[in-house]
């Protein structure tokens, strides 16, 4: 994004940065289905006073058009004309990169037969660009490597002892998260309470009746600050900038809608879920004559639990709808615990609140660990031994691989890149810098994974585990190796079966349709403003099987590279009847 450009539309902005997550078109199948009975939870309040905001990202205004933000499907390329030699098909693929559209931008490219090893085409295959979405790639494929696609993330609860013969805990009830995004409603058929119901169940199951202490959302098993390094401002405010925390709930936004009221000059009706107490929200947008263009700026500050609405919407304007990043998604989770718990007859004397690796205060020790694809407990001999009574384990990584890589789930991938470096400290080797973040050490463990793939360290940087972070740095050639690894390795089939499909799911369910690359290519998009990028498998018409990566940065804001030259060559190579 450019830091220098004024405020842009909402409805402009969030086209961008779905295209910046390379996250599949919004429509209004996708959405979350409102919740599945009555909230139980206070609803957010509408606060007529206005907060003073931190100074930091600018309001975003939302212009008018349709209601929900959604990415016109991408134009299908012209189907391609079949190659039949390895010549033919270099000189079709150098005819695409000199468009005119992409006289400005630098292009690199490579394309490999993994039956040979011959290359096929390459052009600036070892220049440093930014890959965008492409990292998530390096950081699921660490994840399968080192954790399994069996593994399991496990949530515990813990108290200082068993709850006595009359179901009462002495103490606090303690919620000890590591990480598991599969507690929401993407897991658990669009249900915000189900995973949360779920583990209040467990609790019930432990035989708990009354908590004499607090309730604690416990988050501390990662250390190091809730969002990932190099990530922007105006990013932080959206679902895609969501606080990284190990107690994950509902992809930790909220769905927002706004629609006009009952008559001109009435105010807006605005409305969020799942429930969050936390929220309150600054309601100045008015219901303006019918046919008015709609301008609606939204605002929450960093940090804060206030967001701010302000401008005008039409009478006769169908709404808009929007997803917005919340505020200490720890302490969101254990009030939704509680109330779940409420609902289930357990009694809980205290207050709600939450511990951190920063604050202190939690009676887990670090030490305390749940090794992968067992139940075995690694416990540190520091400090009190809390006693686990429930646990919830989430669905086989597997799963979440395919939630990660195929609509492209920022947050989910920083989860795994934590969950790397973690699990590194606990069972293998330690990194070679043990004091650093969590997410430092998930960074160790995906350089250490791509080297032992044949990677060069010189030709990667990384800084964050999903691509949001502009400071992310790789080549073509360094991502085709690490391609070419996990093709033949162990787990290929589950990391294979993780990325979209063209035509089909995820990223590319609107492109490359009515192609020879339809049901055919599987790979990774990836997009910011002036980075796209494409990389993955595709099959030839001759049976080849192929591997290619396509990075293009660096060009003008009118000029769509999957359009223009991404698209074009994938469907070359699923059309190329020759071989290597």
């Avoid at 209004?28 to 606060?47: D, G, L």
């Avoid at 206005?50 to 990202?57: I, L």
């Avoid at 879920?273 to 008015?292: E, K, Q, S, Y």
């Amino acid at each position: 994004m450019n830091k220098n450009r004024p405020t842009f539309t909402a409805l402009a902005s969030l086209l961008l940065f779905c295209l910046v997550l390379s996250i599949a078109p919004v429509t209004s199948a996708q959405q979350q289905p409102p919740p599945q009975r009555e909230r139980r939870v206070e609803p957010a309040t509408v606060v007529v006073a206005t907060p003073t905001p931190s100074p930091v990202p600018i309001a975003t205004p939302v212009p008018s058009g349709s209601p929900t933000p959604t990415v016109v499907p991408l134009r299908a390329p012209a189907p391609a004309q079949v190659t039949r030699t390895v010549a033919e098909l270099q000189s079709r693929i150098s005819e695409v990169l000199r468009k005119p559209e992409l006289a400005q931008a630098m292009v690199g490219i490579k394309v490999a037969s993994l039956d040979t090893g011959q290359v096929l085409f390459e052009s600036n295959a070892n220049k440093l660009l930014r890959p965008a979405s492409n990292m998530k790639l390096y950081s699921v494929a660490a994840a399968i490597d080192r954790l399994s696609p069996d593994y399991r993330f496990v949530t515990s609860v813990y108290a200082p002892a068993k709850p006595d013969a009359k179901g009462v805990v002495k103490g606090d009830l303690i919620i000890y998260g590591r990480g598991d995004p599969s507690i929401g409603f993407r897991f658990n058929e669009g249900n915000y309470f189900k995973g949360i119901d779920d583990l209040a169940a467990r609790i019930v199951a432990a035989g708990v009746k009354r908590v004499d202490g607090d309730l604690v959302g416990d988050e501390s098993h990662f250390t190091g600050p809730p969002y990932g390094t190099g990530w922007e401002w105006e990013d932080l405010q959206w679902w895609y900038g969501a606080e990284v925390s190990a107690l994950t709930v509902n992809d930790n936004y909220l769905d927002t809608s706004v629609k006009p009221g009952n008559k001109v000059g009435a105010p807006a009706v605005i409305t969020t879920g799942p429930p969050d107490p936390l929220l309150r929200i600054t309601n100045r947008v008015v219901t303006a004559p019918n046919g008015t263009k709609r301008d609606l700026e939204i605002y929450r500050a960093l940090n804060s639990d206030v967001v701010e609405f302000s401008g005008a919407i039409a009478l006769d304007d169908r709404g808009y709808n929007g997803r917005l990043a919340i505020s200490r998604p720890a302490l969101l989770f254990a009030y939704l615990l509680r109330a779940s718990l409420a609902q289930q007859g357990v009694t809980i004397k205290g207050k709600t609140r939450t511990v951190d690796s920063y604050s202190g205060g939690s009676i887990v020790p670090k030490g305390v660990r749940i090794l992968p694809n067992t139940n075995l407990v690694l416990s540190s001999t520091l400090g009190v031994q809390p006693v686990e009574i429930a646990r919830k384990e989430s669905v086989p990584f597997s799963q979440i691989a395919a939630q990660t890589l195929k609509p492209s789930q920022n947050l989910y991938t920083e989860l795994i890149l934590r969950t790397l470096g973690e699990f590194s400290s606990s069972v293998a080797a330690p990194p070679p810098n043990p004091s650093r973040t969590s997410e430092g050490r998930g960074i160790e463990v995906v350089k250490t994974f791509l080297k032992e793939a044949g990677v060069d360290p010189s030709s990667l940087s990384l800084t964050d585990g999903s691509g949001l972070s502009r400071n992310d740095m790789i080549t073509p050639e360094a991502t085709l190796q690490m391609l070419t690894y996990m093709h033949s390795h162990r787990y290929a089939a589950a990391f294979r079966d993780a990325l979209p499909v063209a035509g089909v799911d995820g990223t590319l369910r609107n492109r490359m349709k009515g192609t020879a690359a339809e049901n055919n290519v599987r790979a990774k998009t990836g997009t910011l403003s002036s980075a796209s990028s494409l990389s993955g498998f595709v099959t030839s018409a001759s049976g080849e099987r192929l591997v290619f990566s396509i990075m293009v940065n660096n060009y003008p804001g009118s000029t769509d590279p999957p359009s223009v030259c991404i698209d074009p060559i994938a469907i070359l190579l699923a059309s190329f009847s020759g071989r290597s």
